[in-house]
């Protein structure tokens, strides 16, 4: 399923290359100029290493406090049928967003359905991850279904039937960063929500770097950049509270705040 919805995984394969998904890094070390990374199935040995975890990057001492997971949540109806979706003149399907502080952006599904997402993208105390305590958001999942409504009024009786959480990268100046560590460490982390492609031209940066060469892609500025951290908890805490609060208000109340926050 996956070969058939991301043709890059084909051409690396088509390449040789062999993919192991689902095989999480238990350990990984460096000993006698190499890296050994043990995995439930084996071990992998290499002269490089590139740690690229985005929302669990924060786990790597080296970048503690220099990313912050925070939730993002999205919502998928039911299949519209044909008489509901003549109710809106949606002739190309393009997905939309609204591009406030916090985003809001929906599109319709292959299947007819409606995915919409956005809202407050919380953060909890200690870069809490835990998909039990937060997995479902009532407060959240009330605002996307509101909305809907908001947009599309012509949809209020559309039901919603599946829901998405998941946590992404959030740096303190809101962009990317790559780099290395030395002897053969690279990293690359931070795409803060919007990162889709990005991350295309990361990739291509940080395959130059690996390689040691210099390239358009390596000479950008969040490439081998400045990267302010985030202070500790719970300063952390507190100041990501505060700033939401107040980025929300503005949302709420754009002609009050008028500076741009972020």
């Known amino acids: 399923v996956i ?18 998904e689902r ?14 990374v043990t995995t439930p199935g084996g071990r992998v040995h290499s002269d490089r290493l590139l740690l690229a975890t985005n929302a669990y990057q924060h786990q790597w001492a080296p970048f503690r406090n220099q990313v912050k997971p925070v939730w993002s949540y999205a919502k998928v109806s039911e299949p ?58 009532d407060a959240i999942a009330g605002l996307l279904a509101d909305a809907l409504v908001r947009y599309f009024p012509q949809w209020s009786d559309v039901r919603f039937t599946h829901s998405y959480v998941g946590c992404i990268a959030v740096t303190r ?12 460490a690279y990293y690359g982390y931070g795409y803060c929500g919007n990162g889709i492609a990005m991350t295309h031209t990361s990739g291509k940066a940080l395959a130059d770097l690996i390689l040691e060469r210099e ?5 950008q500025l969040f490439v081998r950049g400045r990267e302010p951290a985030f202070p500790p908890e719970p300063l952390s805490f507190v100041g990501a509270r505060a700033l939401s609060a107040l980025l929300a208000l503005q949302d709420r109340y754009p002609k009050a705040i008028r500076r741009q926050l972020v």
């Open 23 to 36: 095989s999480p890094a238990t350990t990984v070390k460096r000993a006698a100029g190499r890296f050994t």
């Open 80 to 137: 519209l049928t044909e008489e509901q979706l003549a109710r809106v003149h949606w002739p190309e399907r393009e997905g939309f967003v609204e591009a406030r502080n916090f985003i809001l952006f929906g599109r319709l599904l292959a299947d007819n359905r409606l995915l919409i997402g956005g809202g407050p993208a919380p953060y909890y105390y200690g870069r809490d991850m835990d998909e039990g305590r937060h997995m479902r958001d």
């Open 3 to 20: 070969e058939r919805t991301i043709p890059a995984l084909v051409e690396v394969r088509d390449q040789g290359v062999v993919i192991h």
């Open 215 to 219: 390239s358009a892609f390596t000479d």
């Open 173 to 184: 100046d809101l962009v990317p960063h790559l780099g290395q560590l030395g002897q053969g």
